[in-house]
């Protein structure tokens, strides 16, 4: 069973579309993440969740909105894309919102978003 | 700022030893965890460090020098499956994850 599952997991759109990727982790975690991971493979961390209550939210553009309809799903929305918005796009689920040493996250297996 | 230091790309032979090592400037710390990622594929968990000294795992064992704002991670009895990306990440005051851009190890034969 995956822990931690993401779709699609490839995603190929004509800049100025709007999509959106899902997330769902079976571990009965109560934090969510959705990370960034751009071409020179910096992890950045866009949005993190705590029981469905946003308590991360990084410099973002607000094209970007994230939804958590229950702790174990966290959807990322994109409007308007553009070419920069091209990268890989993890989800991550920990136990809590880290504030408990050796706080793992577990990571979805990413969506490779190209805009054309 | 915040920051953390890998080297880009490191080399070594199947069935040798290789130390990776991070360098961090965070604002606090609770804790380095390094991270292992196969091309393509998502982060996976090594091991995690919140006190001085070292912690060994089988093959692998990572150290931490809070003093020196210093880890490594060391990998012994080399296979060509260690090939792969190994990320160091420091949780800083806010128990947020600040990720360093990783290192590509390549295993040669």
């Known amino acids: 069973d995956t822990a931690v599952s993401q779709t699609p997991k490839y995603l190929v759109t004509q800049m100025g579309n709007d999509k959106s990727i899902k997330c769902e982790q079976n571990l009965g975690h109560d934090t969510m993440y959705w990370y960034k991971q751009d071409s020179k493979k910096f992890l950045k961390i866009m949005f993190s969740?705590?029981?469905?209550?946003?308590?991360i939210n990084e410099t973002v553009p607000n094209r970007f909105s994230p939804k958590s309809p229950d702790k174990a799903h966290l959807n990322l929305h994109i409007n308007s894309l553009e070419l920069g918005d091209s990268a890989v796009y993890f989800c991550?689920?920990?136990?809590?919102?880290?504030?408990?040493?050796?706080?793992?996250?577990?990571f979805g297996p990413g969506t490779r978003l190209l805009v054309l | 700022g915040q920051n953390i230091d890998q080297p880009t790309e490191m080399t070594a032979t199947e069935g040798a030893i290789v130390q990776i090592n991070c360098t961090y400037q965070t604002s606090g710390f609770n804790g380095l965890f390094w991270y292992q990622q196969h091309a393509g594929e998502a982060p996976t968990f090594l091991s995690y460090?919140?006190l001085d000294g070292l912690e060994e795992k089988g093959r692998f064992s990572s150290f931490l020098s809070r003093s020196k704002g210093y880890s490594y991670l060391l990998l012994k009895e080399l296979q060509m499956k260690d090939s792969a990306s190994y990320l160091c990440?420091?949780?800083?005051?806010?128990?947020?994850?600040?990720w360093g851009a990783g290192t590509k190890l390549i295993i040669k034969p």
């Open positions: 990440a420091v949780m800083d005051s806010n128990y947020q994850l600040i």
């Open positions: 991550a689920s920990s136990r809590s919102g880290g504030e408990v040493f050796q706080e793992t996250q577990y």
């Open positions: 460090n919140v």
């Open positions: 969740y705590n029981n469905k209550e946003l308590i």
